[in-house]
């Protein structure tokens, strides 16, 4: 299968799970580095960009002590060295909307983000867009740009819809 295009996924609730059952691992917590990686993202990233995609980009919206907790928590589960790609390949932002020209200035054309609204202001270059595990509440709120959005629940779900069953 030839790859195309480049994948854009964003990061908190997508790549790092957004709860941990109660315990004491949540991303805002103490313990921030325990908290768990969303299922199977490592194994899914990894063949997408193996097999599908000519390059990977997270492109995150937080503040300056998240973006220092993300930075460190990608290390510490050695997301680089699973994924195949490097710390260059990590951008920020503070605001949601500021995701589309990054998104530009990298070719990405397709991005996978858990918010509606974000999915909804990427631009015509981002072609598509995945809305992952989303939440009901934001989605009821941004419900008029769900045509242009293609809704999963999983990296499993990406997976087969990007790549040949084997």
């Known amino acids: 299968m030839e790859k195309r295009g480049i994948l854009g996924v964003d990061i908190g ?15 805002f917590g103490q313990n921030y580095l325990d908290t768990t990686a969303t299922l199977g993202v490592f194994n899914a990233l990894r063949r997408l960009k193996a097999e599908r995609y000519e390059d990977v ?14 930075i460190r928590w990608l290390a510490y589960h050695d997301f680089y060295e699973l994924i195949g790609i490097g710390p260059d390949h990590v951008r920020f932002c503070r605001k949601r909307n500021e995701k ?67």
């Open 100 to 166: 589309a020209p990054i998104c530009l200035e990298l070719g990405i054309t397709d991005f996978v983000d858990d918010r509606l609204e974000v999915l909804s202001c990427l631009g015509p270059a981002v072609t598509t867009r995945y809305l992952f595990q989303s939440n009901p509440k934001e989605v009821k709120r941004f419900e008029a740009h769900l045509g242009g959005v293609i809704r999963v629940e999983s990296w499993d779900e990406i997976v087969q819809r990007e790549l040949p069953l084997v």
């Open 57 to 70: 980009f997270l492109v995150s919206k937080c503040g300056p002590n998240t973006q220092e907790k993300t």
């Open 13 to 27: 609730g997508v790549i790092i799970s957004k709860t941990n059952d109660n315990t004491d691992t949540s991303f």
